[in-house]
């Protein structure tokens, strides 16, 4: 028999996996052996105590080994360059899509920065369009749409709300979990009717904030938990 494999699209197991027993569950090999090639051992495709350490401490740690150097420098390169990279293309596409938020945008920034010179940090975080318009496209296109973690030696029960598993979900030593960001950043009982559509508004409404407290592991684009990359 195969690894026992479950697929959640329920912010709550979520937050159960990455965060409230983070300890509980593990990239695992198969993930480790399938991007080895790509990221090689570094922090971001490691187990146990090597990522908690500070950039500096690991590469002291690992001094006398190059090639997981290498590694570490390409994790983050990759964490750093693609996922903005993924970003910019999808909001490219959505201005082209959306000439309305276009206008608006230009003219948000226009306000703000009215000169010919480069905009300060405090004016970038003043401008909430462009910070909805940011999150609606990461709600939409997250830039890792899903991501998969295994259950350890010991069981587990996720917490799931879902009518059909009201006392949770057991999960086997060992279990592949799989949870799409993709899906739950679309979910029309989170997310309204409209969940489908790019609407920077809801970000500047009401519901909004009310999503963001009642669920708070309903939008993750850059994960969250532990390992939750800090933007």
């Known amino acids: 028999m195969g690894t026992l494999k479950v697929v959640t699209v329920d912010p709550s197991n979520v937050k159960h996996i990455i965060a409230t027993s983070f300890n509980q569950f593990e990239k695992g090999e198969k993930f480790h052996d399938m991007l080895e090639g790509f990221l090689g051992t570094g922090i971001f495709n490691s187990d146990g105590d090597t990522w908690k350490l500070t950039f500096l401490d690991y590469l002291v740690t690992v001094s006398n080994d190059p090639s997981l150097i290498r590694d ?17 293309t999808f909001i490219i596409y959505v201005l082209a899509l959306h000439p309305d938020v276009c206008n608006q945008l230009a003219k948000e920034i226009n306000e703000t920065v009215c000169e010919d010179r480069l905009c300060t940090f405090e004016e970038i975080k003043s401008m909430r369009y462009l910070r909805a318009t940011i999150n609606e496209t990461l709600r939409l296109f997250p830039p890792v749409p899903f991501n998969i973690r295994r259950s350890t030696s010991n069981p587990s029960i996720l917490p ?8 949770g979900l057991f999960l086997y030593p060992r279990c592949s979990v799989t949870y799409s960001l993709l899906h739950i950043h679309r979910r029309k009982d989170i997310w309204g009717e409209d969940a489908e559509d790019f609407k920077p508004e809801r970000w500047l409404a009401d519901d909004s904030k009310r999503v963001h407290v009642t669920n708070p592991f309903a939008f993750l684009p850059f994960n969250g938990g532990p390992r939750m990359v800090k933007t």
């Open 160 to 167: 799931s709300n879902s009518s059909e598993a009201r006392d």
């Open 72 to 88: 570490s420098l390409i994790s983050f390169l990759l964490a750093g360059r693609d996922t903005t990279a993924s970003l910019l």
